[in-house]
């Protein structure tokens, strides 16, 4: 399963408040390069009425698309704030109309161009094996490449996997997202590769996901197969010193391979390596990574390890961490 934190956690659930938050500041900004810069005046430029703005501006309602846009131009926003204001904007917008709650991100499901949102089934709608990871089946190897944007919001991982069916008739493999409630992630985008398919999305408990990956066929017994997807995720705006991404692993998985990129604005200053026993506490609060562990930048750019099976003990947790203080 995935873990992906930062050092001390986040507690901004998204909600309408953390736009208002947003907006806030950048109405204060326009103060300090302007001078004096009434309510009144920015309402009539918008063409709302001046308690209507106060409600932006103290997160009692969202504002419409065209008026957020309106809004954000009069106080000259950035490119880029405008691009993350305006999707916290859609996924707020999303959430009321599912009724999800904070803290609930949203999940997405890509079908070729095309992304849907996904139907969340419940642990009580169906069998306790439609979310059991375990199977006939063995992980020869893991891949997983991470991504990280410029603002170090958004993250694309892409997942491969090399797994060899113990039994006759697989047809699906389970992965599991955890992202508690706190977590600040607003929406998770689950892209299967190739044949695979992802048709059903069971929520477990409140901060776990299983994702059904299906096989347009069903696997052949003691062959390898070889399959890809991608996950990227949303959150809120990352201000924290520590990125961190770690995976549990079972004791059949023979080697993993991490690797993470970076865009140059969010390039951190170094990326360390770590393998510990599962579990280790409050991850990752329960477990110092080792100062000695730093990896080198390859030549494509990015940092890479690699965690073989003889290297590591059963009921493990192995990741990258990368420090930008």
């Known amino acids: 399963m995935a873990r992906r934190a930062t050092d001390g956690g986040k507690s901004n659930s998204y909600t309408r408040a953390n736009l208002a938050r947003e907006l806030s500041l950048l109405l204060q900004r326009l103060r ?8 009144g005046s920015i309402a009539a430029m918008i063409k709302v009425s001046q308690a209507t703005l106060y409600n932006y501006l103290n997160g009692t309602t969202l504002p419409p698309v065209d ?3 309106d809004l954000l131009s009069v106080l000259q926003a950035t490119p880029t704030e405008r691009k993350e204001l305006q999707e916290l904007r859609d996924d707020l917008a999303v959430r009321r109309d599912l009724r999800r709650g904070p803290g609930q991100p949203v999940i997405e499901v890509a079908h070729g161009d095309e992304v849907e949102i996904a139907n969340i089934e419940g642990t009580h709608e169906v069998s306790p094996e439609d979310y059991n990871l375990a199977g006939p089946f063995e992980i020869i190897e893991l891949d997983e490449h991470i991504d ?22 697989l047809r699906r493999f389970l992965y599991a997202f955890e992202c508690p409630p706190d977590s600040g992630l607003r929406r998770v985008v689950v892209d299967p590769r190739g044949t695979v398919r992802v048709p059903r999305v069971i929520q477990v408990g409140e901060g776990s996901y299983v994702f059904h990956l299906e096989f347009a066929d069903a696997l052949t017994v003691d062959e390898p197969h070889s399959f890809e997807f991608a996950i990227t995720t949303v959150e809120n705006r990352n201000r924290e010193p520590r990125g961190i991404y770690g995976k ?22 170094r990326v360390r390596w770590f393998a510990a026993p599962f579990p280790i506490g409050h991850f990752p609060d329960g477990y110092s990574f080792p100062e000695g562990n730093v990896l080198p930048q390859g030549e494509d750019g990015r940092y890479s390890n690699t965690f073989d099976q003889d290297a590591l003990a059963p009921e493990r947790i192995v990741g990258l961490v990368w420090d930008y203080e």
């Open 32 to 39: 300090r390069r302007e001078g004096s810069v009434a309510v």
């Open 67 to 69: 008026t957020l846009d």
């Open 148 to 169: 990280v944007d410029e603002l170090r919001n958004t993250s694309r991982v892409l997942f491969r996997r090399t797994i060899r069916a113990t039994a006759p008739g």
């Open 248 to 269: 549990r692993q079972f004791v059949t998985t023979r080697v993993v391979r991490l690797s993470v990129g970076f865009s140059p604005k969010a390039h951190p200053h």
